[in-house]
């Protein structure tokens, strides 16, 4: 038991730099207050003290705002930063190391007995706001943005961002395959902001460029196929783009984009 409650304030100390000393984090962190109680009252609830267990848990949303049903499976060293409106439901289940922001609900999305609740694999990490519904699996040390609504699992390693949640980290090949085939082309690297970010336009960056991709390796192959027939050979060297089309009006943006030229050059 000590053990357990030793590692509980650890991971205080290593997620939260604003803790200063054990005392202060045993009187003062309301998502530790919320991991003992649940910890006492899960195991009233195995002991078949339901009823106490139930009670303990309404005392622990009383005091802490955190919400936590008592037959919930939690792993070790659990963090609740802030805990304000953290709600886990009955059939939750959270791996080790992981990391909950306030806001962040652990719901079902049906009246069905059974499992309803998602499970969090180990070192997930669940930003403020987000909610993650339904009987779904988030792998080991992916990550969930703030306010996302996460609806489907998601696997190890991954970033879901956005309403409905989306993967938003981009797989190794694509970045590559752009660097190689449109970036150095155009003048422009598409990489030199990441493509986590929610701005629409960067998106819409991302999309003319798979777009225009598609279309010059079509339009490639097309050349050799008609030079190969007897055809006149087409040159496919593109042209530089303008720099005043680029040219953006926020100075911010006009800063960026001098930076990724150099770095494309």
């Known amino acids: 038991m000590f053990e357990r409650l030793r590692s509980d ?8 730099p604003a803790a200063r000393n054990t005392f202060e984090v045993l009187t003062t ?5 919320a991991i003992l109680l649940y910890r006492m009252a899960h195991r009233l609830w195995h002991w078949r003290l339901k009823w106490l267990a139930r009670w303990v848990s309404g005392v622990a949303r009383w ?19 802030h ?10 289940e959270i791996g080790d190391d992981c990391t909950l922001y306030h806001g962040v609900t ?15 694999g180990n070192s997930v990490v669940v930003g403020a706001g987000a909610k993650v519904l339904g009987p779904i699996t988030i792998g080991n040390e992916a990550r969930v943005g703030s306010n996302a609504v996460v609806l489907k699992s998601v696997d190890d390693k991954q970033t879901v961002v956005g309403i409905p949640a989306r ?19 155009i003048g422009f690297d598409a990489y030199g902001v990441s493509q986590e970010m929610s701005d629409p336009v960067e998106k819409a960056i991302y999309s003319l460029l798979d777009h225009i991709q598609g279309q010059d390796e079509k339009l490639e192959r097309l050349a050799k196929e008609l030079t190969r027939l007897g055809g006149a050979e087409i040159d496919m060297n593109l042209p530089k783009l303008d720099d ?5 009006n926020d100075p911010e943006q006009a800063a960026h984009l001098k930076t990724s030229k150099s770095v494309a050059e």
Request: aromatic residues 4%; positive net charge; hydrophobic residues 35%.
């Open 9 to 16: 304030i650890n991971c205080v100390f290593e997620r939260d």
């Open 29 to 33: 962190y309301p998502g530790l207050h």
């Open 63 to 81: 005091l802490t705002g955190v919400e936590i049903h008592p037959a919930a499976k939690i792993g070790s060293r659990l963090f609740i930063d």
């Open 83 to 92: 805990g304000m409106g953290v709600v886990i439901g009955e059939t939750a």
């Open 106 to 120: 652990l719901g079902g999305t049906s009246w069905q007995p059974g499992k309803r609740h998602p499970t969090l």
């Open 167 to 185: 993967v938003v980290n981009p797989k190794g090949d694509d970045v590559k395959r752009r660097r190689e085939k449109m970036a150095e082309k």
């Open 244 to 248: 005043a089309v680029l040219e953006p």
